[in-house]
């Protein structure tokens, strides 16, 4: 089986962007905004916009199932306040619901949560506990910049983040660190800000003791870790100089890097520098990097196109096809399992 574990309802009826458009119109006044029942959108609408795009494309690629999220640059969660942010997020998730109940074999959900710059995190509570014990679920995506840019949350380690942590645990579902669209004009949002988040999100895991607080603790980096498998000497050096343990002990029992690397050498020196075991195939499609590669014919998110090329084991490849999916999202695997997969 081919697993990806990295795909956003990109395609999505404009009805969604319209009544999101009303809704942000409405700020200064949200009694005068939509209600979430004014957005109305047909399964058969909700079909096309799957089978003609994302489903297509995963026949085309050979890729058997796609954890799916809403639209990463759409969470916008630095737009409005806490409840603004409550009632989008319940919106886009209740569809991604609707996608994975009319396609349950090739799609299984990761919930956006309801993120708000300053907002007390337990805000998020009860919409994680809807998307996994009522939706079905299998993991969330974890915002750690809900300014949009502008870095306003404490880091990652602070205890500001444990009452999703200690969530995360007792429902044993990982996050996805992924940031939405930037509004700080200095970078571009999935160019820089994408990347930058990975990577100072790993920075922040390294310079913690947070999986010894919390060992159970499951993040999937995405976009190939950032700018971390690359620089891999300079945080092994990093780690080593704050007297950490090395980072295979400190780090890779509770991080995961996606394989939404755009080119060969990309997957290369991923697949070389980061242990098998950590490495989760992905592409991200369809999404921020869309055209066609001029040096090799085919699309750049084609993803897994570079892992068959990969000078990898058998074993290996597996494990970053479909193995380590199933050990990091655990309600993925027990649902295959109930399917006989
Ligand atoms: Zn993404």
Redesign the pocket.
Same mark, same amino acid.
């Given at each position: 089986m081919i697993i990806d574990c !990295?795909g !956003?309802y990109t395609t999505a009826p404009k009805a969604l962007e319209a009544w999101r458009n009303l809704q942000i119109a409405a700020l200064s006044n949200p009694k005068r905004g939509p209600k979430a029942a004014d957005l109305k959108i047909g399964d058969d609408e909700l079909r096309e916009t799957i089978v003609n795009h994302q489903l297509a494309k995963m026949r085309e690629r050979g890729s058997d199932l796609t954890i799916f999220s809403p639209r990463?640059s759409f969470m916008a969660h630095h737009i409005g306040d806490v409840e603004t942010s409550t009632t989008w997020a319940a919106i886009c998730n209740e569809l991604i619901h609707r996608i994975t109940t009319l396609f349950p074999d090739q799609f299984a959900g990761a919930a956006m949560l309801p993120q708000s710059p300053g907002a007390d995190t337990r805000s998020c509570i009860a919409e994680i506990e809807r998307c996994v014990n009522e939706y079905g679920f299998v993991g969330i995506n974890l915002n750690p910049d809900p300014s949009g840019g502008h870095w306003q949350s404490p880091p990652l380690s602070d205890p500001y983040w444990y009452p999703i942590y200690e969530k995360m645990v007792e429902l044993d579902i990982p996050a996805m660190v992924?940031v939405s669209t930037s509004c700080n004009a200095c970078f571009h949002t999935t160019g820089a800000h994408y990347i930058n988040a990975d990577t100072t999100a790993f920075m922040q895991f390294l310079t913690s003791d947070l999986f010894k607080v919390f060992p159970k603790l499951r993040f999937v980096i995405?976009h190939g870790g950032g700018a971390a498998p690359y620089h891999w000497g300079r945080y092994r050096g990093l780690a080593q100089e704050m007297k950490k343990p090395p980072l295979t002990e400190h780090l890779l029992h509770n991080l995961f890097f996606d394989t939404c690397v755009y080119h060969q050498p990309g997957i290369d020196l991923l697949t070389k520098v980061i242990p098998a075991d950590n490495v989760l195939f992905a592409s991200?499609m369809i999404?921020a990097v869309r055209g066609i590669d001029p040096q090799t014919g085919h699309y750049y998110d084609d993803t897994r196109r570079y892992i068959e090329a990969a000078a990898l084991s058998d074993d290996d490849r597996h494990k970053i096809f479909e193995g380590n999916a199933r050990r990091v999202y655990p309600r993925l695997d027990a649902r295959l399992k109930a399917k006989g997969l």
């Open positions: !990295h !956003h990463a992924h995405p991200e999404g």
